[in-house]
């Protein structure tokens, strides 16, 4: 057959934020979706495919959502730089902009720069089940007339409206390619002097790439204002973008006169109510703290059951398999290395999906721009913006999304110091941490007859974490010599009862991504860490055995207490132990022993890695007791030199709070070092926060002990 | 009356006369804050800024200091 006969049609979903453009995707694609994740863990470019007419395939991009074509975010960038290389493999045979009825007229904005790229475009009218309420009208045939296209009338709440896209998009050979108004009418001059100098490039790319700082492949910014009349400031391309945006809106404005009718008596909605309270100085901020304490209270308190289940489940597992198997080192590296590693993630996955599913609640319910509207006056204090609210609440699941959610912040300065601060707030690696740190030193019982003291002690841990991002922004604020203009634009849009298949599939791939990029660090830390646990260099490690029981003292030990001595002389002198010892001077004024040691340095790749590797130094180390859990496992160990518990208050307490400030976390300096662009600010992160927890901790331990 | 967009009362409505483009995000004037159209004010924030404001059928929340470049003119008994 012939080689252009397309099977699979790409297709590129535009659109504003909030207009409903991610459930048109999910509509579109079912469950058959990939999400690209950065090396971390996290979403930038999510692909699905989706089934259409007559047997053909479409592929599905959900492209970030952006306001227009002038780009102002990295995420905007996305949009620009794949809509401007036509070699781009992922460039699009069909872009479909998604529009909300209820936004019409700024939600076209996008759409007719859109259309100034002459791509075949479908224009999507979503939310049209409200237009009735709302007492909108639409000609559409007067519409499609005016803006050059075909539209779909969808709703993707009632899921209607989806098969008109999918025929639009089949036959998207049929649909127009040609602007639907003039833009380089603001200045004719300069466009007629752009187009003959550059004749076989489209203008309105040509006039793209001379505002933005974006890369488009072969076609340079250099290379235009080598010639250069086409030069202008900074300031002249802005009054120019200025008259572009009149222009633009001259001509939707005039377009929805006649293509749009609305009956004002019934556009009185609910939003203005819900505001009042929400938004209210007192009320407002109750409410926020209310839902705060409820997001908590899950974490702790409703994951722990199947988390406990989990734990436990895993211990069985590892107990059955070194015994049902044969033994050997096959098994032990199953039952000591891998299984444990893996409970170690398993674990985390209720408390993660409990937290992005109140973010995403939160966001999708439109609530999150009410906060962002409440807290700006009160973050601007530490050099923050409003908008570093959301990322501190979303920091609370894991550090990474959050500092990319960092990016909608316009100003540069805010936008840093919230990156830097962010990592401070507990997210779900540092949990299981807490969780049995605290279990093992703060004993369970109620104060005051309602709090659970165990509770309590965690809800201080988040306090300290916000406290610390707080406290450090501050001190940026003052540090950091930073010149950059005060923007802060924030839509509030309308209130919107969340969709359950959108929060319900935004947590399954959150916790999945999650999962498998933190899962893999810890699977092969745990196996590296098996395996340096269980060999060493020399005689003192293959002679264990020997040289412990020709010891004088251990002649007249019992055989059970014998092997205990045993294995406990040979994970001294495995690498581990090498390792672990050689680290020991510069940890034990804070109360740690080597064991701690190797947990900690170990946990520099990622914090959770903490709980499996005690876990895995413990199992090697015990000879006996397989059914004891890892919680066990850690109150049971004795300091041999004081006979005392490794894991009493003091100790617990500076390891509590050497986790709550340590930089721990390989993937978040990666991410800091993508989007600042820059290694000067991830090792600022690197070394502040874990020279501060190491004299925090350092404080503590002495003052505790 | 000839004033700025920061001096808006909670529910009074004025017409965008001029604004200050260095000051204004391009974003903000992409939303329709542009001279000409209608703006009205409908939240303020619990410590007096930002402000939430409804221009051109959008629905967005500015700081104070974005206010001052926006000039306007009030509509009268709009309140």
């Given at each position: 057959m012939a080689a252009h006969n397309i099977l699979n049609i790409k297709i590129a979903l535009i659109g504003n934020p909030n207009t409903g453009k991610t459930s048109v995707f999910n509509h579109l694609t079912g469950l058959n979706q990939q999400v690209g994740n950065y090396p971390g863990i996290t979403v930038e470019r999510k692909t699905g495919s989706c089934k259409l007419p007559n047997g053909t395939k479409g592929t599905v991009m959900d492209l970030p959502g952006t306001y227009s074509l002038n780009a102002s975010s990295m995420d905007e960038n996305v949009v620009i730089e794949l809509l401007l290389n036509k070699n781009d493999k992922d460039y699009p045979d069909v872009a479909v902009v998604v529009t909300d009825v209820e936004n019409l007229k700024r939600n076209l904005l996008l759409f007719t720069q859109i259309k100034d790229l002459e791509l075949p475009t479908i224009l999507v009218i979503n939310m049209s089940d409200r237009m009735e309420k709302k007492g909108i009208a639409l000609d559409i045939p007067y519409l499609e007339k005016l803006l050059k296209t075909r539209i779909a009338l969808v709703s993707s709440r009632k899921g209607t409206g989806i098969d008109t896209i999918k025929e639009l998009i089949v036959n998207y050979g049929a649909l127009p390619t040609e602007p639907c108004l003039n833009a380089s009418g603001i200045d004719n001059e300069y466009f007629n002097g752009l187009r003959n100098a550059f004749p076989n490039q489209l203008l309105y790319k040509l006039w793209l790439v001379i505002t933005q700082d974006v890369n488009f492949g072969q076609l340079e910014r250099k290379e235009i204002e080598r010639n250069s009349s086409f030069a202008k400031s900074k300031a002249e391309l802005k009054r120019m973008q200025q008259k572009e945006t009149i222009k633009r809106y001259q001509f939707i404005n005039d377009v929805l006169k006649t293509g749009q009718t609305i009956d004002n008596a019934k556009a009185n909605d609910i939003r203005a109510k819900l505001d009042r309270v929400l938004t209210h100085k007192v009320f407002g901020y109750v409410i926020f703290l209310g839902i705060l304490m409820l997001i908590f209270q899950s974490i702790f308190s409703w994951s722990s059951i199947p988390m406990d289940f989990i734990d436990e489940s895993f211990a069985a597992l590892a107990s059955y398999t070194d015994t049902h198997l044969p033994p050997g080192k096959l098994t032990d590296l199953i039952s000591q290395g891998i299984i444990p590693g893996i409970g170690g993630v398993v674990i985390f996955i209720p408390q993660i999906a409990f937290l992005f599913l109140f973010i995403s609640i939160l966001e999708e319910s439109g609530y999150m721009s009410r906060v962002v509207f409440l807290m700006d006056k009160i973050m601007k204090r530490f050099g923050l913006s409003g908008k570093s609210v959301v990322p501190l609440i979303s920091g609370t699941a894991c550090a990474i999304p959050a500092i990319m959610s960092a990016r909608n912040i316009e100003n540069w300065r805010e936008r840093l110091i919230t990156i830097l601060v962010t990592p401070f707030t507990t997210c779900s690696a540092r949990l299981p941490v807490y969780t049995i740190l605290i279990s093992l030193i703060i004993p369970e019982k109620m104060v005051l007859g309602i709090f659970n003291l165990q509770g309590l002690t965690l809800m201080l841990l988040y306090l300290l974490g916000f406290g610390g991002a707080l406290l450090s922004a501050w001190i940026l604020n003052k540090i950091l010599k930073l010149k950059h203009k005060s923007f802060f634009v924030a839509e509030m849009p309308n209130y919107k009862l969340p969709l359950f298949k959108n929060v319900g599939l935004n947590v399954l791939e959150k916790t999945k991504a999650f999962v498998a990029g933190a899962g893999k660090i810890i699977l092969a830390l745990s196996v590296i860490i098996w395996f340096l646990g269980s060999h060493g260099p020399g005689e003192a490690f293959s002679n264990a055995t020997k040289i412990v029981s020709h010891q004088p003292e251990n002649k007249t030990l019992p055989e059970n207490e014998l092997n205990d001595k045993i294995t406990a002389y040979q994970l001294e002198n495995s690498y581990i132990g090498i390792m672990g010892k050689s680290i020991e001077p510069v940890i034990r004024p804070l109360g740690y022993d080597w064991k701690i040691g190797v947990a900690i340095v170990s946990s520099?790749?990622?914090?959770?890695?903490f709980v499996g590797t005690l876990a895995t130094i413990y199992n090697i180390g015990s000879s006996g007791e397989d059914e004891a859990t890892i919680k066990q496992r850690m109150d049971n160990e004795v300091d041999p030199i004081t006979g005392k518990k490794i894991f009493n208050f003091a100790t617990g307490a500076s390891l509590l709070l050497f986790y709550a400030f340590a930089m721990q976390c390989i993937s978040t300096l990666a991410i800091t070092k993508k989007e600042t662009n820059s290694w000067k600010w991830p090792m600022i992160q690197l070394i502040g926060m874990s020279g501060f927890a190491y004299v925090v901790s350092l404080i503590t331990y002495q003052f505790l002990k | 009356m000839k004033t700025t967009l920061a001096a808006l009362k909670k529910g009074q409505k004025a017409i965008i006369t001029d604004l200050n483009i260095d000051a204004v995000p391009l974003k903000l004037l992409e939303m329709g804050c542009l001279p000409g159209n209608t703006v009205e004010l409908l939240q303020v924030a619990p410590m007096g800024d930002p402000i939430y404001i409804n221009v051109n059928e959008s629905h967005v929340a500015i700081r104070l200091e974005t206010a001052r470049e926006i000039d306007v003119e009030f509509i009268p008994n709009s309140l």
């Open positions: 520099f790749a990622a914090r959770e890695v | -």
